[in-house]
């Protein structure tokens, strides 16, 4: 019912700095949390930030300080802000929307996924 569609993503060097977006559309009137998550082969799927509805956040120890997330409730996109990026950081990244505010509930809507790959 809800479609996520993502841009950004690509390849830079450590320290640099990429922006992810994520726009939502389809049945987009009962979502409540979006955010994203981040897929290295061979280990689990995991939550890098999300964002209510109402514009609370919060973000995996990992990212904070280095990753903002926002987001425009007008438009259905929500976005993410990396900075000083490591190669840690070197991942799949894929928008998630659910109509639950915690987005770590199995349910929702997936994006497509975008690479991110930070060289050192």
Request: glycine content about 10%; aromatic content about 10%; proline content about 3%.
């Given at each position: 019912?809800?479609?996520?569609?993502?841009?950004g993503?690509g390849l830079?060097?450590t320290?640099?700095?990429?922006?992810?977006s994520?726009?939502?559309?389809?049945?987009?009137?009962?979502?409540?949390?979006?955010?994203?998550?981040?897929?290295?082969?061979?280990?689990?799927?995991?939550?890098?930030?999300?964002?209510?509805?109402?514009g609370?956040t919060?973000?995996?120890?990992?990212?904070?300080?280095?990753?903002?997330?926002s987001?425009?409730?007008?438009?259905?996109?929500?976005?993410?802000?990396?900075?000083?990026?490591?190669?840690?950081?070197?991942?799949?990244?894929?928008c998630k929307?659910s109509v639950?505010?915690?987005?770590?509930?199995?349910?929702?809507?997936?994006g497509?996924?975008?690479?991110?790959?930070v060289?050192?």
């Open positions: 019912q809800v479609q996520l569609v993502q841009s993503g830079v060097h320290g640099g700095s990429l922006r992810l994520c726009a939502a559309s389809g049945s987009v009137f009962g979502i409540d949390a979006m955010g994203w998550f981040r897929q290295v082969p061979g280990k689990p799927r995991e939550l890098v930030a999300a964002i209510t509805r109402g609370s919060n973000y995996a120890d990992s990212v904070k300080g280095r990753f903002t997330i987001r425009d409730n007008t438009e259905n996109t929500v976005y993410l802000q990396m900075n000083s990026l490591k190669p840690e950081d070197t991942a799949v990244y894929y929307a639950y505010l915690d987005l770590s509930i199995e349910a929702g809507s997936w497509q996924g975008t690479q991110v790959t060289s050192s």
